[in-house]
């Protein structure tokens, strides 16, 4: 049967941050939050707020035997829908992210200043140590068409974001893959997934940091379609 794989993005990004998994795997889509992208701003303010917009979403363009595959924040996006149990979720993915995702006041205090200073700091903290121009070159690009208050927004969210407790609840099979230089969710936030999900498998890239779908494609390819296939 046929799995329909809808990709979530993370906090100040967009749907374009999946494009080498959309252009891989032909059921596939990878949506824009609101306030991201082309969809217009619904000013949600919680993780939970936007686990009930994608649900409608989902719902709405009446989709079955979906796999959820959230990166960061919609790595937790993801969580929160599968303690839901809605009945078209076949299984789930989680990229770099992790139970709790307090955020430094760092990268808080630069979103409340500018673009520039925004997008220094966090870009710091998103990538492997020495990362690929061109890579880091479409993000920036990518990072400044997010306006700074909503980018500001997920982060608040995402620092609110508890479910340490909770997660340990999801009963779906579920893929979780972090890169080893991580800085933002480090492994350890990975392992403790591994750890509470029990039917759970744990993928650690070598050379990636945060944004491993971007620096690592291929390998995180053929990881989830491993998963989907066994």
């Not at 993801?78 to 992790?98: C, E, N, R």
């Not at 307090?102 to 520039?116: F, G, H, M, P």
């Not at 480090?186 to 509470?196: A, C, E, F």
Request: charged content about 25%; aromatic content about 10%.
């Amino acid at each position: 049967m046929n799995k329909n794989i809808v990709f979530i993005h993370g906090a100040g990004e967009g749907s374009w941050i999946w494009e080498n998994q959309t252009k891989y795997f032909k059921n596939s889509i990878a949506i824009d939050l609101p306030g991201h992208g082309n969809e217009k701003d619904a000013n949600l303010t919680t993780i939970e707020d936007y686990s009930e917009w994608v649900i409608n979403y989902v719902e709405k363009r009446n989709l079955n035997n979906v796999v959820l595959a959230g990166h960061s924040m919609g790595g937790a996006i993801v969580m929160v829908i599968a303690l839901k149990k809605p009945l078209w979720l076949d299984s789930i993915i989680l990229i770099a992210t992790g139970a709790k995702l307090r955020v430094t006041n760092i990268i808080l205090d630069a979103l409340k200043k500018s673009y520039e200073d925004a997008f220094d700091v966090i870009s710091k903290w998103s990538f492997k140590s020495h990362p690929d121009l061109q890579i880091l070159l479409k993000y920036k690009e990518n990072f400044l068409k997010v306006p700074l208050h909503v980018t500001l927004r997920d982060f608040l969210a995402c620092d609110k974001f508890n479910y340490m407790d909770k997660i340990e609840k999801i009963e779906y099979r579920t893929l979780i893959v972090c890169g080893k230089e991580d800085l933002l969710t480090p492994v350890k936030y990975s392992q403790y997934l591994k750890q509470k999900i029990k039917n759970s498998e744990l993928y650690i890239i070598e050379e990636a940091g945060h944004m491993v779908m971007l620096e690592k494609p291929n390998e995180v390819n053929q990881i989830i379609e491993r998963f989907l296939t066994s």
